[in-house]
């Protein structure tokens, strides 16, 4: 029996226009008195918080930052960073000028107000706070603060050169996810979707992974769909995740997991 639901956002639950459509609306606020939904995601949370109150599920717990921060009652209940000495040595490998933006908590500090600020402000509905990333070093340093995400955007030869240098300099200590050729968001090595999972339904639920359903549509996801009882890959999932899914739903644009929610819990 399913007894929690686990959705990502981007790719999965909003339409055309970055937005929750009102049949998923419905949908959500049918089953939110039968049993927890949670939102998972790579956003911050307060990009994903104004999400949870449309589907009427704000006092349930939130997965930011793919699992680097999990909340619960507004509590942080696990916190997992890049260290501020690896934050600064991969700013200092940034030779391109590439967009490094920085998240901690419910920071995003943006190095400038560019065209790739404002395409993130236009996705997540979130502005950021406007410091380069010197500057960010400079107030992390007193108390040595951490990272829960480096978003780095660019040119798409340029990210490839980028991506390559990571990732043969920090195999074993970083996460490094490519949801656009444009894009690399950088976590901490050891998080993921699923371990949030784990611990959520270890510490606050007591269920066992054979009793989450999770939608998702992209590659951070595949471990969280393989892992849950019923994991869901909307129809313009990434080939290799649908490949993992135990069913491939309708598409995300048009109501994929409403359309499914309803069936499954026959909600109509």
Not at 117 to 127: A, F, P
Not at 130 to 138: A, M, P
Not at 148 to 172: A, E, Q, R, W
Not at 235 to 240: D, R, S
Request: charged share 25%.
């Amino acid at each position: 029996m399913i007894k929690l639901i686990c959705s990502d956002i981007d790719g999965t639950l909003l339409n055309t226009e970055r937005e929750i459509s009102r049949k998923t609306k419905i949908e959500f606020h049918k089953l939110k008195h039968k049993l927890p939904i949670i939102l998972i995601s790579s956003r911050m949370p307060s990009a994903m918080k104004h999400l949870q109150r449309e589907l009427g599920i704000e006092k349930l717990p939130l997965v930011a930052y793919n699992g680097g921060l999990i909340l619960v009652d507004n509590e942080v209940k696990q916190s997992t960073t890049l260290s501020f000495e690896l934050v600064k040595e991969i700013i200092g490998l940034n030779k391109d000028s590439l967009h490094l933006s920085l998240f901690q908590k419910d920071k995003w500090y943006a190095p400038e107000q560019d065209q790739w600020t404002q395409r993130e402000i236009n996705n997540t509905k979130v502005n950021p706070e406007i410091k380069n990333n010197t500057e960010v070093l400079d107030l992390w340093e007193p108390l040595q603060t951490g990272a829960h995400k480096i978003m780095c955007m660019g040119d798409p030869s340029l990210i490839n050169d980028f991506y390559t240098v990571l990732s043969n300099k920090f195999p074993n200590d970083l996460h490094l996810y490519r949801s656009k050729d444009t894009y690399i968001e950088i976590a901490p090595k050891q998080i993921s979707k699923r371990s949030a999972i784990e611990f959520l339904i270890s510490s606050e639920y007591k269920f066992e992974f054979s009793q989450v359903m999770s939608f998702g549509d992209n590659y951070n996801d595949i471990e969280m769909l393989q892992a849950s009882g019923l994991g869901l890959a909307v129809g313009n999932a990434k080939e290799e995740v649908k490949a993992i899914a135990d069913k491939i739903i309708g598409n995300a644009k048009k109501n994929g997991v409403a359309e499914f929610l309803s069936h499954y819990f026959k909600t109509q």
